[in-house]
């Protein structure tokens, strides 16, 4: 398969497709998989699809050749009063990140992290923050790409990279 895709800011109308990208993240262990009704309805993923485009979310969809989305990675700010599993306080904001298996280990999440983490140095956030299951291979992404073990969780770590 040709590694070509290209990464385009997220819309109001990604939400769905937003949705699909929970269900990947939440299902990144091989035969391990919730159902799709489960993820979507259970608080800990509601939060970061509900109402999605509001003010302070932001996000980037990479498209492959035929212009079909094949991973997301977006921000939303999370209030004390109701954080997400990577909360490290008020004023960062929670990454989310998913991309469809078959093009994992393409370069698609390196490249919507970028992106998305260029988009929030340049709206003037200094950290952000993001939760990921102890295990998860993509815990090197991430550490490769500045983010740090911040605070160890029940089965899952909380990592945040400083953007400037």
């Given at each position: 398969m040709p590694a070509r895709f290209r990464v385009r800011?997220?819309?109001q109308a990604d939400g769905?497709?937003?949705g699909d990208m929970v269900v990947e993240a939440a299902n990144w262990r091989p035969?391990?998989?919730?159902?799709?009704h489960e993820?979507?309805?259970h608080p800990d993923h509601t939060r970061y699809i509900s109402g999605w485009m509001r003010p302070g979310d932001?996000?980037?969809?990479?498209?492959?050749?035929q212009?079909?989305?094949i991973g997301a990675a977006w921000y939303r700010m999370l209030p004390r009063t109701d954080p997400g599993l990577g909360y490290v306080g008020t004023g960062v904001p929670e990454l989310i990140i998913g991309v469809r298996p078959i093009w994992r280990a393409h370069g698609v999440g390196r490249a919507l992290l970028q992106r998305l983490c260029e988009h929030a140095r340049e709206q003037g956030f200094g950290r952000i923050s993001l939760s990921v299951e102890r295990?998860?291979?993509a815990q090197t992404l991430y550490r490769s790409e500045?983010?740090?073990?911040?605070?160890?969780?029940?089965?899952?770590?909380?990592?945040?990279?400083r953007l400037r």
């Open positions: 800011p997220a819309t769905a497709f937003l035969g391990a998989a919730r159902p799709r993820v979507l309805t932001a996000g980037v969809v990479a498209m492959d050749p212009d079909v989305p295990g998860n291979y500045g983010f740090a073990l911040t605070q160890a969780g029940h089965g899952r770590d909380t990592m945040v990279k």
